[in-house]
């Protein structure tokens, strides 16, 4: 889900480069002016930057009874599905990249073979968490998931080799999995956590990807421009493009959408702020208040509308 179609391939390059080399981003938000404002952090404590860029609770009372209460909750059905999920990927690409040092470029028909056969395994702890049904349907849609990717895969890896007669292995990986999946982070530079995890990145030209397995919203964006500024501040090469692929399964179909954006002067404003924010939060103990409008599977509502 992570590899761009030809369409989106032609926007990144005829559209979001130019236009992101064009605009430009200024050097005080970029990632590698950590130690001075406004990057630099405010307050003596770290959040995970789901924390930060996590906008479903108006609030952010949710950090607030996570942080300053301490209170543990039990994962929601969604969660537990968007962690499945996930895990699924991560085994798939990593499993890919496996088979083809391990088999050769001479057995690619084996390679195609065992990644037909990865099996979609959900851990057995989820099994007391979730009902038979839940569980059912969550079996149905990884395996919808890991149908679509093993062949999306086998597919690049087939149309590598019939161009590149002489290539080896490493060259064959860098080519049809061009990403890097649960990319380690360490996000102190900018006030977050020292062990952060992005979904994937891709390195050809620097790219920050996100998975979700829901509606779209407007705050997801801020999920790729914490992680694009946090390898500015460890690496100083500016990440400027982001994509965040939403995936749905209907009638046993997987929807896929990427949402493709430059990472701007004000999607970094817009993070750095409400980092300051929910830090102040944190450091000071303020109780932001109960929400208007909470939603549904929020895993807090019970004790925050005690």
Partial sequence: ??????????????????????????????????????????????????????????????????????????????????????ELMVNIIVEAKKLIYIKGVVNYKEICQNLLQIPPVIEKKWEKTLSPDELNEIRTKAEILKDFETSRIIARIQEILIKQPYIGEDSLVSLAIPVVVEQKLDGTFLGLSSHLSADAFTFSEPMMLDLKFGEKRDFHRLTTTGY??????????????????????????????KDIHIIDDELRQWFIETRDEKMRMVYEEIDPGVANKCYESCPYYENCHE
Wanted: glycine residues 6%.
């Fill in 1 to 86: 889900m992570y590899f761009l179609t030809e369409e989106e391939k032609k926007r990144l390059l005829k559209g979001f480069l130019p236009k992101s080399r064009e605009i430009g981003v200024a050097d005080e938000l970029r990632g590698w002016n950590w130690a001075q404002p406004p990057l630099e952090p405010m307050y003596d404590c770290s959040l995970a930057l789901y924390e930060v860029a996590g906008g479903y609770c108006p609030t952010g009372r949710d950090v607030f009874m996570r942080r300053v209460e301490h209170i543990k909750t039990v994962p929601n059905q969604a969660m537990i599905q968007g962690s499945i999920l996930h």
């Fill in 228 to 257: 694009a500024m946090v390898m500015e501040a460890i690496y100083e090469f500016p990440v400027n493009i982001g994509c965040i692929v939403y995936a749905e399964f209907k009638n046993e179909r997987l929807i896929i959408s």
